[in-house]
């Protein structure tokens, strides 16, 4: 057994792959939730049923290739650079850090949540990607493993703020959808440290306690005034999964509205690709592909794709090879032509050495290069950060 597809898991981080002896731990797996897994076959017998993995990859990459190829409805290139955008994005991340980390105190001394300073930071996120998305997309990337609950939680706010434009959902319900992203994870404030920070492995009862911070979120945006039902739902539903195994209610899909499964996605996708104490995040497109499996049975699938529509097949924060033996990280996604993002080209991939920085529209017609697939900046030991 080498994936058990449940990366978003925490309770499983020890061990996702080795060898299965018993029927008992295929029991547990399923316990856990996991409906499928791929077996290396070098080392197993295989189930004859099933999709060979290389078989699985063809298709998942049929289905992303066709994804490039429709075009989306929004512009090219905005209007507004993303440099511009930049700084203001940067100081507006910063705020709506603060504002989290305000909340979460508040919490936990028995205090009120500020509800005005949430809704003006989701004010003023929105306003941002309205400029240019891309700046706070960036930012978003740029991770630090001791604040994770804070980034993750403006991550949320931001992917479903990206998102819901994407879909083009009423301004009203964009600002709604992220307050709920911010405040999703709140509960987790009401996880002892000890859990929340556990470095290994979970005991069942540990992983238990880690899955109540849904139902304590609830209960704290029950007692606060000023939310809207799409904000709660999103907390709400956020761990819930269209085949009934998700938590804290197994819900089954018709229980899962919209909002839910979108901010299912968006959770998984920031959850995956971030640095972790217990493990390397993923890159944004491989993670992108990871969300493919899981539609299978656990995500909306027509909202994944239109998730992968919306963020492009090379997303931002993705390191792509170019036709001409460079590398550089996508800056700048491209709804209309995935295939020519903007890219901020550093390194030489025959020396393998840094290059003098510079920004490549692969947009531009007098733009020679091409992208000629994706790398791992961590298999290659790159800090891809400074140049996002
Ligand atoms: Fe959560």
Not at 8 to 26: C, E
Not at 52 to 77: M, Y
Not at 148 to 156: D, F, I, P, R
Not at 209 to 217: F, L
Request: charge should be negative; proline fraction near 4%.
């Amino acid at each position: 057994m080498s994936d058990l597809n449940n990366q978003w898991v925490p309770s499983n981080n020890a061990s996702r792959s080795g060898k299965i002896g018993s029927q008992a731990t295929i029991d547990k797996i399923k316990q856990l939730g996991v409906t499928e897994l791929f077996i290396d076959t070098a080392k197993g017998l295989d189930c004859p049923e099933a999709m060979p993995a290389d078989e699985q990859k063809q298709v998942q990459a049929q289905q992303l290739e066709s994804l490039q190829l429709q075009s989306d409805a929004g512009t090219a290139r905005k209007r507004v650079p993303v440099s511009k955008e930049r700084d203001r994005a940067e100081k507006r991340y910063q705020q709506a850090r603060n504002v989290i980390d305000d909340v979460l105190q508040d919490v936990k001394n028995h205090g009120a949540i500020d509800v005005a300073a949430v809704d003006q930071t989701s004010e003023e996120l929105l306003e941002s990607l309205n400029t240019n998305e891309n700046a706070l997309a960036c930012l978003s990337h740029i991770r630090s493993k001791d604040t994770y609950l804070l980034q993750h939680s403006v991550n949320v706010g931001i992917l479903l703020g990206i998102f819901g434009r994407s879909l083009r959902l009423d301004p009203k319900v964009l600002k709604e959808l992220v307050i709920g992203g911010i405040l999703h994870d709140i509960g987790k404030v009401l996880v002892p440290d000890s859990i929340l920070h556990k470095p290994g492995k979970l005991e069942p009862d540990e992983w238990d306690e880690m899955k109540r911070h849904v139902t304590y979120g609830e209960k704290i945006l029950d007692v606060t005034a000023g939310l809207s039902e799409v904000s709660r739902s999103i907390c709400r539903l956020h761990h819930e999964r269209l085949d009934g195994t998700g938590y804290p209610r197994s819900l089954n899909q018709d229980k899962i509205d919209r909002f839910g499964r979108m901010a299912a996605i968006c959770d998984v996708y920031d959850a995956v690709t971030a640095d972790r104490v217990y493990h390397t995040g993923m890159s944004p497109d491989l993670a992108l592909r990871k969300l493919v499996e899981w539609s299978i049975f656990h995500l909306d699938k027509e909202l994944v794709y239109d998730f992968i529509r919306c963020l492009s097949v090379y997303p931002v924060g993705t390191l792509v090879e170019l036709s001409n033996n460079r590398a550089g990280v996508v800056i700048e996604a491209n709804r209309r032509s995935p295939k020519h993002p903007l890219v901020r080209v550093f390194y030489n991939t025959v020396n393998r050495h840094q290059v003098e920085p510079v920004v490549v529209d692969l947009a531009k017609a007098n733009s020679r290069y091409d992208i000629v697939g994706t790398l791992d900046a961590r298999q290659l030991n790159l800090d891809i950060t400074p140049f996002l």
